[in-house]
C-alpha cells in the first residue's frame, strides 16, 4: 500500500521533489500527482507532510515481499 | 524464465508470454525478472545539455548546503546537483539532533571530549576529525538557527534561505552516474535528469564536492532507500580511494510493518531538530543481531521492546565506561529525543518524547548495507575532505573520516559533522578551483558516458533492477552474512555478489527513467555489497560494529588500522591497512 | 394528524441541503482524518451546498412564497449567503488550519504555495470563483446605493445578481469538482443536479415574470 490514496491534488509538485524514492509522479494528462512507483516507497511520509492541501493519505505497509536480518 | 540463452531467438508466441509474465509479476509488485525492455522513452532522442562551474556540490542535505554556502562565500561560482531536493532527500531529513560542543556548558574541555571519543570508537576513529566537530560544530548550528532550521521540522526552506540569497544555481531530480577525470583530475561529472522526456547532463567542474552521503541495500525500515553509496562508487570508479566498509549500522525495525520507518520512529520524523551538548556512546545495535543469532528468533512471545542481550554470552563487545545499563537514571527520555537518527530506537518505555517503544517484536536489517555514520566513503588524504583524486572532495556521509569511528559515539554528531565537513570541503574545494582551470574532456569520453549512461533504456531485454536488488538484498541483509560474519558465509555470498556483477549488471534494463535509475543504483549497491565483504573478510578480528563469530576478539597487534580499498592498475578491488591516526600513504 | 406544511418544507430543505451531502460525504471512498480536519470539511461542503441553495431561495420555488412572507425567505437567502461565502472565502486557510498542530509544511508556507499554482486548472478556477464572489458580495451589500446612484430598477439588479451568482456557482462548482477531496461521484452529481434544478427554477422565474412586468411598469398602457 504504502502511499494509500491521493486526495484533493492540486497539481503543485511538492510531493514529486520532496519524495527521495522518485515514488511519485505528476499525471502529464490532469497535471496531478500519481503514485507511480508504489513498490519504491520508503514510507518516510515526507510527501504528506511536504503536500499543502493535505492530500496523501499514507498506509504502513509494503506493497512487495520485505527482506530483513531475520524472520 | 530467468535464464538467459543468447542463442535464442523468442518467437512471437514466447515473446507475448515472457511480457505477459513481466506485467503480471509487476502487478503483484515484485521486480520482474528477465523480460523484455518496453521503454517508454526515446534514448536516442534524450536531449544532451551542458553546465561549467568552479564548485560542482554533489547532493542537496547538510554537507552539501554547507559545502555549497561556503564554496560561494570563498568565492566560487558553485552549481548544486541533487537526486533529490534540496533539505529533502538522502538521511537529513530525518536526523533531527544536532551535536554542538558549547564551552559554556560543557563540563570538560575538547581534548576530554576527543579522547572519550576515542575510547569508545576503540581507537578506530580519526581523532582530528573527532577534534574539528567539536571545534566547528557550535558556529554550524548558529548559521542554522539563522535560517531557521530549529524552528520547522522540514528542511527544504531553510536551506534554500542561504541558497537562494546566494543566487547558488541548482539541478534537482538530476541523477549523476559519472564522474569523470581527466588529465589526472577531476573534471566533471555527468547524469540524466529523471523528469520528463530525460535529458543528458553534463557538468564541467574545476573542482567537485561529493555530499552524495552513504547508502544501504535499500532495506526496510530506515529512511536510506534513496542512498545507495552512489559517489563512494562513482569516485572509487575514477581512483579514488574507499574506507570503512566493514563497519555495520545496526539499526532495527519493528516486526508489524517493518518497511515503514515512519511508524517505527515514532514522532521523530515529525519533530523539529534541536541541539544537544556531549553524550557518548557505543551504540552497537550488532549486540541485539548477535542476540537474534544465538537465541533464535527472541522476540516471538516475548514482551514488546528491545531484545535482551544481558543473558547472551559472548557477541559483540561494548567497553565498559560506554554500556548503557538498563533502567539506569538518565537512560529515558533525554538522548533519545535529541539523537535522531543517529542511534537505534531507545528501549522501551522511553518517555519525554523519545521515540515510542516499538509494540511488538523487533527485526534486525533495517539499515542493512550501511555502515556507521562518517566512517565510510571517500579516504581523505587531508583535515579538508580531499581525497585521492586531486580537486575531488567529500564531505559528510560520502567522506570515511572515521569521525566517530567504527561505531556510533556522539550523539548528534552524524548532522553536525555533516555541516562542519561540508563547509570546511566546500571551502577547500573553492580554494583548489583558484588554482586550476577547467579540465578538457574529449568529446569521444562524452559519448561514452552517454552509452554507458543510457544503455540500459536500449536493451531489448534484461534484467528488471527491483528484481536484482531483490536478489542482492536475499543474498546480503540475512543476520548471519553481514552483521554475524564468518568466512565461509562471506565467501559464498561474495561469489553471488560477483555474479550479480559480472553477468546481471551488464544486462540491467529500464523501461523509464525511473528504472534507468534504479539500474545504476542496483549496479552501485553491489560494488558496494562487494567491497563490504571483501573488507569484512579482511578484518580478522572484532572490533566495534564488525562482528566476526570466527575471529571474536579484538587484536591490537595487526588491526589498529583502517581498510582502504581501491581499484588497482589490473582493474581488480584491491584492499590494503591505513594504521590508525595516520593519514594514507599512497605510493 | 396534518403535518405543519412549513415544518414538512423545513425537514425537505434540511435533508436536501444537509443530510444528502453528509451521506454523500460519508459514502465517499476518501480516506478518514482527524475529527478537526473532518469538521473543516463538513463545513466547507456544507456551505458550497448553501451556496448552490440560494437558488432555491430566491422567490424562485412558489410553494416557498405562497407559505413564507416573502421579507422573510430574503432575510434567510441574506443570512445563508454570507455566512456559506464567509467560510468559503477562507476555504483555502481553512485546508492549511491543522498544520499548526502538526508537523510537516507550515501553514502559511502552504498557503503560499497551494495560492500560487496558477499552472493548475482547479486553482486557477478557485481564484476566479473567488474573484467573483468578492464581486457577487459587494455588489449585494451595496444594493442599494447600486440601485440608487445608478438608476438601476430592481429588476436590472435582480438580473445582474443572478448573473453574478450563476456565474460564481458555476465556476466554482468546476472548481470543487476539480479540486475538492469529497466531491466525487457522489457528492459532485449531487451538486450539479441540484446547481442544474436551481438554475431552471431561476430561469423560470426570469421568463415567467414578463407578465407582471409589463403590467409593472407605469405609464405604458396595457
Redesign the interface.
Known sequence: MTIKSIHGCIGCGECVKSCPCDVLRLDPGNGKAVIAYPADCQICHLCRMYCPVDAIEMAPEKSIPVILAWG | MNQRDPFHQPSRRTFLGLAGAATGLAAAGMGAGWATNRPGIDAAAIVGTAHETDVLVIGGGMAGLFAAVKAHDAGARVLMVSKGRLGASGMTPFAKGFFVFDPETESGSIDDFVDSVSRSALGTNNPVFTRQLAEHALERARELRDWGFFDQTLSHRPFLKPIAARAIARLERVMITHLIREEGRIAGAAGFGLDGAGEVITLRARAVVLCTGAGGFKPNGFPVCDLTHDGTVMAYRIGAWVTGKEWNDGHVTRSTNPAACFDAWGDMFERVPGTNGVEIHHDLGVDMNYAAYRTGNPLAGGPPGSIDTAGVSGGPVTPEEFRRRPGRPGDEGGPPERGGMDRRPPPPGGKGGGPGPMQGGQMGGASAGMAIHKSEGLVPVDDRGASTVPGLYAAGDALGSHMAGGIYTQIGSSLAGSAVQGAIAGEAAAEYARGVDLAEVPSGRLDAIRAEMLAPLTRKEGYGPAWVTQTLQGVMIPNFVLYIKKESLMRAALAYVQELRDHHVPMLRAGDLHELRLAHETANMIVSAEMKLRASLMRTESRCSHYRLDYPDQDDENWRAWITIHRGEDGQMTLAKQPFDAWPSLG | MKRDPKALVLLAAITLFAVLPLAFYVAAD??R?SSL?EGLSILTVLALVAVVAQFFLARSLPVLMHLFKAPAVQRVHKVVGYCAIALLAVHPCL??L??YL?????PL???V??LT?F?????VLGLAAWASMVLLVATAYGRMRLIRRRGLRYRSWRSLHGGLAVGFVVVGLWHAIE????TGLLLGGFLLVLAAVGLALLLRLYLLDRPRQSRGVPGVPS
Do not use: F
Request: glycine fraction near 10%; aromatic fraction near 0%; avoid cysteine.
Open positions: 476518501v480516506p482524518r480536519k485546508i492549511v491543522p498544520r502538526e508537523a510537516g509544511v507550515r508556507d502552504a498557503l504555495t497551494l499554482q499552472e493548475s486548472l482547479g486553482v479540486l475538492g477531496r469529497h
